[in-house]
C-alpha cells in the first residue's frame, strides 16, 4: 500500500528543462562559461568578421589595440560581449573587457562579470568576479574564473545555487546553496568536482564535505556512490545504506548496497539490470547473517515464554529474491516472470527492502494477443504476508490457460466465438470461512481452499446474431455449448466431509442452451440534449447444473449480483459454476447526452428463474456456498440498478444498487468516483455488502475510502485522505499531506503523515496503531532526499 | 418526442443501406483500432458486436479511438490484516471518433464503468474475480459507447 | 558519487530510422518478428 493509495498522484511535475548545473559548463561544442571554447571537432570558420559597436572606438595603431567605450557590443561566432570598455588587443589576440560586463553564450547562458580577460575569439581566459546564469536558470557566482585547454573550467571562491535570488535585495542568501573554495568542471569527464564545499540552507551552513564531486546534470547515468539513506528501528537499531552504482554498459548495470546495522550486522543488498534487443529483466536480492536474532523472536504475550510466536522467531539468516523481466518473442507474443521469494514474511519490513510488500504472487506467463483473440499461459506461487495466512493454505496453479477467440467473419451470419479455460492446482491444507450462522457459535461454513489436486479443461463455444426488423425492435438469438472435464482429488478429512466427498474422482459436464435477448431502443432530443430509452428483455432455456459440489469452487467463489451481471447468460464469476435451468432477465436503460457532451445512464431490472434446478438456491450444495444468499437464489430476484455520470471530461461516478425483491431494503449500495477538475482531484469509493451468515459473512460490511488534493496556488498543494470501517466505526487509515512546489524555483517539498493499525505483522497487539511521517525534499538540479519514520503505539497506551 | 432508433425512416445523418436505418449503417462502418491489453481485447470484440450485429465489416467510414485507464480500490479492508474484504475494478475509456482520412474527431469524450468483487485469502481466487470483474465492466462500457455512438449518427451531434 | 539512471537500448540493437510527421529522422529499436509455433493461434 503506497503512500499516497487514496489520493490519486498530482499531475507530472514541470518537467526540469534538459539544462544542468550550469549547462554553459555542458559538453555542447558550443561556448561554455566566461569564456569562450571551440571543441576541437569544428575548426574555427576563417572568414568569420567580429562586429563591433561602440559610441567610440580609439585606434592606438603602434601597439595594434583597438578600445571600444560606451555601451560596446562585440558579437563573434553566436558570442556576444557587452561591457563598458573593451580593449582588443590585436597582436597579443586578447580580448579584455572592465565595467559592467555581460557575456553571452551561444546557449543562451549569460555570464555577468566586472572584467574578462579573454583570447580573441572569446574562447578562454580569467574573468574576475563573474556571475552565472544558465538556461534553466540555475546560478553560479566565483571570484575567479579560469578556462583552460576547452575541456576544463576552475573556478575559485564559487557559489552555486539553482534557487532565484529575490530582486529587491539580492544580498539575501539563497534558500540553499553550495559554496566552495574551488569548482572544477572536467568537460571530458562531464563531472563537477567541489573542493571544501558547504551546503548552506537559508543561510546555515548544515553540512560540509572536503571534496564532493556529482555528474553534470544533462548525464543520465554515471557509476558511483549515490545518496546514502539513514534509518533506526527497535530490532535492527541504528542502520546505514550506501548504495554504490555501476554503469557496466548502457544496457546493464548493477547496484551494490550494503547496510550496516548495529545491531545485526551487516546485509548485502543488490540490484542487477539487464536490457536486450527484445526486452529486459531485473533481479533483486538481499541476504543477513543476523547477529542477534533474539530481537526479533517476539511472544505474543510476553510474560507466557511459549505462547504464540509471532515474528520470524529465531531464524538466522533472512534473505529476499525478487525478479521479473518480460520479452517480446514477435508483434503479437511475449512472455515473462515476476517472481518474489523471502525467508519469511518480515524481512521486507524488518529491513525496508524495497518498500513493504503484503503482496508475494510469483507468476510466468506467455501471452499472446491477435486482432480478435487473446492468449494466455501462467503459472501461479503464492506467498502469503499477513498475520492470517498460513502457507500451506495457499496454492500452487500451473497451468492455467485462457484461450479467447472470435472469428472475424461471419458463421451462418453470425458471430462465432469459443473460450478455452484450463486450470490445474494443488494445495496441502485446506481453507475454511467460519462463521456463526446468525446467532449460533463459530463454525465451519464454507469450504473456500480444498488440500489435494483439482484440474478442470473447460471450452465453450457460443454463437449470437442480431436482427432489427423494420419499426426497429433488436432480436438477438443466441446459442451457447459448453464441456468441462474435471478431475478431482481432495484429501480425506472429517472437516471436509459436509463440504466435499473425498476420493479420487474425473467428471465431465456438459451445458447447452439458447436464447433471445430483445431490445427496443427509442431516441428523442430537445433542449437538454439525446435521450434512449431502451426496454431489454432476455430469455434463456437451457437444462439444469450437474456436479454442483461434487468437485470444489476454485474460481468462482466471488459473486455480486448487480446490473453488471444482469444480462449475462452465466452469473457465475469463473467456469467452475455454471448457471443452469431456464432463466428471463428484464431491464429497462436510459442515456442522456447532453450538447456540451455530458453523460448520464441508469439501468435497472430483475431476473427470473423460470423452471428448472435454480443454481443459485442450491448453493447449499457447493463446497463454497457460492449463490446463498446473493439475491439470486429465489425464483424472482432482487432489483438492481445502476447509474453512471460523466459531467465533464475527468469527472466520473459510477453507483451499482440491489434491493431486496420484497422489502425493498438495500442489500448492495456502491458508489465509485474520481474526478479532476482544475486545481481539485478527488477520489471516492464506497461499498455496503448486507450480512451474507451462509457464506460466513455475519456482519454487515461497509467501507467508504476517500481522498483529495487541493492545489492551493499553482505550486502549493494539501491533500488528505481517510478509510472508515463502519463495521469498526472508526477510521482504520487516514492522511493528511501538504506539498510545495518550487519554493524559489529550487525546492519542492512534500510532507505526509498517515495512520494506519500496525498491520506489520509483527505488532504484538492487534489494535496497536502506526503513525508514520514521510518527508520529501528535492533540490532541483542536485537531487532529492527523503526521511521517513514510524512510530507505533497501543490505543489504549493508558493500559498497558 | 420518441421515436424508434433503428427504424428506416429514422431521421440521420449519413448514407443508408438497402432498407436499413441509415445509424445501423453507419455503426457498421465504424473501424475500432486495435487495443492493447486482455481488457482491451475483450472490450473491442464486445463493442464490435454492438456495431456490426455479427455481420462482415462494411467499408471503413469512420475510425475509433479507444485508451483505457484501468484502477481498482478496497473501500472496505480489515484492518488486522489490511487485506480488502471487497475489491472495485474501474476502467475509465476515453474514447474518439474520425471520419476516415480526417485527424480532428466529430466526437471524443470519456466513458466510465466500475464492478465489484468478494476478496479472501485465497489468492488465487482473488486474481480470477478481479479477471471476471474487469470482463464486466468493459462490456458494460462497451454498451455505453454504442448508445453514445448510434446516438451522434441518429441526431448529428 | 554516481547517478543511477534508466537502462538504454544495447548499443547493438539494430536501428531503422523513422521520419516523425515533422520530418526530422529518429533511430528506432526493430522489433523482433521471428515467427513463432503458435502463432496459427491468433487471427
Known sequence: ?800 | CFRPLYSEQSYATGPSAKGEAPVLTNLRRIDVRPIEGRIGNTLRNELIFQLRGGEAADATAYRLDISIANRAQSPIVDPFTGQPETRTVSLSVDYALKPAGQIDPVISGQEFASASYSYTLQRFADIRAERDAQNRAAVQIAGKLRNRLQGYFATGK | CGRKGPLEPPPDAPKTTVTKPDGTTEKKIVKPSRPFVLDGLLN
Open chain 1, 1 to 800: 500500500q503506497n503512500a499516497n493509495e487514496f489520493i490519486p498522484a498530482p499531475p507530472k511535475a514541470k518537467k526540469s528543462s534538459k539544462g544542468g548545473i550550469p549547462n554553459f559548463m555542458s559538453s555542447r561544442p558550443s561556448a561554455n562559461g566566461a569564456v569562450v571554447d571551440r571543441s576541437t571537432a569544428t575548426r574555427r570558420d576563417p572568414n568569420a568578421r567580429m562586429l563591433m559597436e561602440a559610441k567610440e572606438l580609439v585606434y592606438d595603431f603602434n601597439n595594434e589595440v583597438v578600445t571600444a567605450v560606451g555601451s560596446v557590443d562585440i558579437y563573434y561566432e553566436g558570442r556576444a560581449v557587452q561591457a563598458d570598455r573593451v580593449a582588443y588587443d590585436q597582436k597579443a589576440n586578447r580580448v579584455r573587457a572592465t565595467g559592467n560586463v555581460k557575456l553571452t553564450e551561444r546557449d543562451g547562458t549569460i555570464v555577468y562579470t566586472d572584467s574578462a580577460d579573454l583570447s580573441d575569439d572569446l574562447r578562454d581566459g580569467f574573468i574576475e568576479s563573474i556571475r552565472v546564469q544558465t538556461t534553466d536558470n540555475a546560478r553560479l557566482a566565483a571570484a575567479r574564473g579560469r578556462r583552460e585547454g576547452g575541456k576544463l573550467s576552475v573556478f575559485d571562491r564559487a557559489v552555486y545555487t539553482a534557487c532565484e535570488l529575490c530582486r529587491d535585495n539580492p544580498e539575501k542568501p539563497p534558500l540553499w546553496q553550495i559554496k566552495a573554495k574551488r569548482i572544477i568542471f572536467r568537460e571530458d569527464e562531464k563531472m563537477v568536482y567541489y573542493e571544501d564545499a558547504t551546503f548552506e540552507l537559508y543561510g546555515y551552513p548544515i553540512a560540509w564535505l572536503p571534496f564532493f564531486s556529482h555528474p553534470d546534470p544533462s548525464v543520465k547515468r554515471k557509476s558511483g556512490f549515490l545518496a546514502p539513506t539513514y534509518g533506526h528501528s527497535g530490532d535492527i537499531g541504528y542502520s546505514i545504506e550506501t548504495p554504490y552504482f555501476w554503469a557496466i554498459a548502457p544496457n546493464m548495470d548493477a547496484t551494490i548496497a550494503p547496510i550496516v546495522t548495529s545491531k545485526q550486522g551487516v546485509m548485502l543488498k543488490g540490484e542487477f539490470r539487464h536490457r536486450l534487443i527484445d526486452g529486459a529483466y531485473k533481479i533483486r536480492a538481499a541476504g543477513i547473517h543476523q547477529l542477534d536474532s533474539d530481537q526479533f523472536d517476539d511472544k505474543l504475550d510476553e510474560a507466557n515464554p511459549n505462547s504464540l510466536t509471532i515474528g520470524p522467531g529465531d531464524k538466522d539468516n533472512r534473505w529476499t529474491f525478487q525478479s521479473d523481466g518480460e520479452f517480446a518473442i514477435n508483434d503479437k507474443w511475449k512472455w515473462g516472470w515476476d517472481v518474489a521469494l523471502y525467508s519469511d514474511k518480515w524481512v521486507r519490513g524488518d529491513y525496508d527492502l524495497w518498500g513493504k510488500s503484503r503482496e508475494a504472487v510469483s507468476t510466468l506467463y506467455l501471452t499472446g494477443q491477435g486482432d480478435r483473440s487473446y492468449f494466455d499461459l501462467r503459472g501461479y506461487h503464492f506467498y502469503g504476508m499477513t498475520r492470517y495466512d498460513q502457507q500451506d493454505r495457499l496454492p500452487n496453479v500451473a497451468p492455467v490457460l485462457d484461450y479467447n477467440y472470435v472469428f472475424e467473419n461471419p458463421v451462418y451470419g453470425g458471430e462465432l466465438a469459443f473460450n478455452v479455460n484450463a486450470t490445474s492446482l494443488y494445495r496441502e491444507d485446506n481453507e475454511f470461512r467460519r462463521g456463526r450462522l446468525g446467532v449460533g457459535s463459530f463454525s465451519d461454513v464454507a469450504l473456500i481452499g480444498a488440500a489435494g489436486t483439482y484440474s478442470r479443461l473447460s471450452v465453450d463455444t457460443q454463437w449470437r446474431k442480431r436482427y432489427v426488423d423494420p419499426i426497429g425492435q433488436v432480436w438477438t438469438p443466441f446459442a451457447f455449448l459448453r464441456g468441462d472435464l474435471i478431475y478431482s482429488n481432495p484429501d480425506s478429512s472429517a472437516r471436509v466431509g459436509p463440504f466435499l466427498d473425498d476420493g479420487q474422482e474425473a467428471f465431465l459436464r456438459g451445458m447447452g442452451g439458447v436464447g433471445l435477448e430483445y431490445r427496443y431502443p427509442f431516441i428523442a432530443m430537445n433542449s437538454l440534449g439525446t435521450h434512449q430509452i431502451e426496454p431489454i428483455a432476455q430469455i434463456i432455456l437451457r437444462p439444469n447444473e450437474t456436479h454442483i459440489g461434487d468437485f470444489a469452487n476454485e474460481d468462482a467463489q466471488s459473486l455480486m449480483f448487480d446490473d453488471t451481471t444482469l444480462f449475462s447468460w452465466n452469473k457465475f464469476s469463473g467456469f467452475d459454476r455454471i448457471e443452469g435451468g431456464s432463466r428471463a432477465n428484464v431491464g429497462l436503460s436510459y442515456t442522456l447526452t447532453t450538447a456540451g457532451g455530458a453523460s448520464f445512464n441508469v439501468m435497472g431490472g430483475q431476473s427470473y428463474h423460470l423452471f428448472g434446478k435454480n443454481s443459485y438456491a442450491n448453493g447449499d450444495q457447493d463446497a463454497a456456498r457460492t449463490g446463498l444468499q446473493s439475491g439470486l437464489e429465489t425464483s424472482r430476484s432482487d432489483y438492481v440498478a445502476g447509474a453512471t455520470f460523466v459531467p465533464v471530461k475527468n469527472f466520473a461516478m459510477a453507483t451499482h444498487f440491489r434491493f431486496d425483491e420484497k422489502s425493498f431494503a438495500v442489500r448492495s449500495a456502491e458508489v465509485e468516483g474520481r474526478a479532476t477538475l482544475g486545481r481539485f482531484q478527488g477520489n471516492l469509493s464506497y461499498g455496503r455488502y448486507d450480512k451474507q451468515p451462509e457464506l460466513g459473512y455475519d456482519d454487515i460490511r461497509e467501507g467508504v475510502l476517500a481522498g483529495a488534493r487541493v492545489f492551493v496556488t499553482k505550486d502549493v498543494y494539501v491533500g488528505g485522505g481517510a478509510r472508515y470501517n463502519f463495521d469498526r466505526n472508526e477510521f482504520d487509515k487516514s492522511q493528511i499531506g501538504f506539498g510545495v512546489n518550487n519554493i524559489e524555483d529550487c525546492i519542492n517539498l512534500a510532507f505526509d503523515y498517515i495512520r494506519e493499525y500496525d498491520i506489520d505483522t509483527s505488532a504484538r497487539r492487534l489494535d496497536s496503531i502506526d503513525h508514520k511521517f514521510l518527508l520529501r525534499v528535492d533540490f532541483r538540479t542536485l537531487g532529492s532526499a527523503s526521511v521517513s519514520t514510524s512510530r507505533s503505539n497501543d490505543v489504549f497506551d493508558g493500559e498497558n
